[in-house]
């Protein structure tokens, strides 16, 4: 049976290319193209230049997006274009290469000319059901890349050097296709015949640090041709390069700098919230989904409650005050207690319950009042991260439309108050919490199940009553109609609630982008 294990996206973007007469293949890591197909690595994808705005159309009809990649990661010829498959809420990414540049990480200082040939001479690979470059080929480019990069491999473990491991699975897999002859035909092509021993010779003794170097010897002469950077200008870029991505590996936890830590997207980014009672898994899902698209692209992820998730080093303050009052009223109680019974405090206990219960009010007040300032501060950053092209993953999301619970208005009943201060709070609180219907999300998840099941799950925090009127609530929320509601039952497996969400991610980025 010949089994297709492309995704449904793929298929679509291939039957385009087929439609278009485009010219392409994919032209390297052919040893794992079925994982590639299936969305479980990238597709390295060659095209002619010619063809340039023929496939960008192509791509663009099959739902793929061109996403703007930070300086470090950006090369002329190269770009990046991601979708995610609805069907399996995978992320497919192709590696759109309109030329064949190579050279050492993060420099890329070699243009050869050789896209014509490679793509001429194409083969059709019927398991994966794509075009691929002809193994000989691959293994020529391979040899190539490796002795481009041979300089980098003299002082570090060469046996333990992860792309020293990866190509000598691809060299394997090659040489079992590719014969020595057929290698050395390949080579004389291009470079002189006195190279003939040395490539046999590397043929034989495969990927070791002394054939390597000895074939670097000989060759690297004859790539200089091919070079485009100055080694001055190839050390400068390869600095600033190395800078700037240690700068986006710090500031990819915390989005503190305005840059571009991977890829964004090319128009504004997304906000995506999640909702659900406990129990519902909101909080794991928005830690997969966070940590899936951040293998691809810049994204954020904000608790938006005021639980479990980390607090702000305001709302950190002010606990550790409330603490103190509340020690101190203990201690005073204490006090009062022992006064009244030596005969030396006649308070009547109206009047104790009265200062008590202004205590306590004004105490929520306070962190009603820090809670509110938080959740702003975190909306506002959500709007920044959007409008700089990154997808934001909401842990909850605060709403003024039903007070008291699921993250809504906690001193609404304050609004009418005597007592000016606390009237001041309820209407800063509410104001800040309006501020969730202009920084809306593009995209509401509900997480909605059977509250009898998801009870089970959090029977000693929540009462079944309570977790039913809350759901209930979640339910009724409403938002804007630009904003896409998406209810999931709660109770699936938590791999098919990803991939379900993944998938709706997907369609909006596509809406929005394309």
């Not at 297709?4 to 087929?18: A, C, G, H, N, V």
């Not at 691959?138 to 060469?158: A, C, G, H, Q, Y």
């Not at 035909?185 to 002189?192: K, L, P, V």
Request: hydrophobic letters at 35%.
């Amino acid at each position: 049976m010949n089994v297709d294990y492309r995704l449904p996206r793929l298929i679509q973007l291939l039957d385009e290319f087929e439609e278009n007469d485009i010219n392409y293949c994919h032209w390297k890591s052919n040893e794992h193209v079925i994982p590639a197909v299936k969305g479980d690595t990238d597709l390295d994808i060659l095209f002619s230049e010619n063809q340039y705005e023929q496939v960008k159309h192509c791509l663009n009809n099959a739902g793929f997006i061109k996403f703007d990649t930070a300086g470090f990661l950006t090369y002329p010829f190269i770009e990046d274009y991601l979708t995610i498959d609805e069907s399996s809420g995978k992320i497919l990414h192709v590696h759109a290469h309109f030329r064949l540049i190579m050279g050492q990480k993060k420099i890329k200082a070699y243009r050869t000319p050789w896209e014509d040939k490679i793509l001429n001479n194409k083969i059709w690979d019927d398991s994966a059901k794509i075009y691929t470059s002809r193994p000989v080929d691959e293994l020529l480019l391979l040899i190539i890349r490796l002795v481009l990069k041979s300089d980098t491999f003299i002082n570090t473990s060469f046996e333990e050097n992860k792309e020293i491991i990866d190509a000598r699975i691809e060299f394997t897999w090659l040489k079992e296709r590719v014969t020595e002859k057929n290698l050395i035909e390949q080579f004389e092509r291009i470079f002189d015949e006195k190279y003939t021993s040395t490539i046999a010779e590397f043929y034989r003794d495969g990927i070791t640090s002394d054939s390597l170097q000895n074939l670097s010897d000989h060759i690297s002469y004859e790539l200089l041709k091919f070079k485009h950077l100055s080694d001055l200008r190839a050390k400068w870029e390869r600095v600033i390069r190395k800078y700037h991505s240690k700068v986006a590996s710090r500031n990819k936890r915390y989005n503190v700098l305005p840059i571009r830590n991977h890829r964004v997207l090319p128009e504004k980014g997304l906000i995506v919230a999640f909702l659900g009672v406990d129990g519902s898994g909101k909080s794991t899902q928005t830690e997969l989904i966070t940590r899936e698209l951040r293998k691809k692209m810049d994204s954020a992820f904000i608790y938006m409650g005021s639980g479990k998730g980390a607090p702000s080093f305001q709302r950190v303050m002010v606990k550790k005050v409330s603490q103190s009052i509340i020690h101190f009223a203990r201690v005073l109680k204490v006090a009062n207690k022992q006064k009244k019974e030596t005969g030396e405090l006649k308070e009547s206990k109206a009047s104790v319950e009265q200062k008590r219960s202004k205590r306590v009010k004004i105490m929520k007040a306070i962190r009603g009042f820090s809670l509110a300032s938080e959740r702003k501060s975190k909306l506002k950053k959500a709007r920044r991260l959007k409008d700089g092209g990154v997808i934001v993953v909401c842990d909850r999301y605060p709403q003024s439309q039903v007070p008291g619970f699921n993250d809504g208005l906690q001193l609404n009943e304050m609004k009418e108050s005597s007592n000016p201060l606390l009237k001041y709070f309820a209407n800063y609180e509410r104001r800040c919490y309006e501020l969730s219907d202009e920084i809306k999300p593009d995209l509401v998840i509900k997480l909605i199940g059977k509250p009898e099941k998801l009870h089970k799950r959090r029977s000693e925090e929540i009462s079944l009553d309570h977790l039913k009127e809350k759901q209930n609530g979640i339910k009724e929320l409403q938002f804007k109609k630009i904003t896409k509601i998406v209810e999931i039952d709660a109770t699936l497996s938590v791999e098919k609630i990803l991939s379900v969400s993944m998938a709706e991610i997907g369609n909006i980025m596509r809406l929005n982008n394309l």
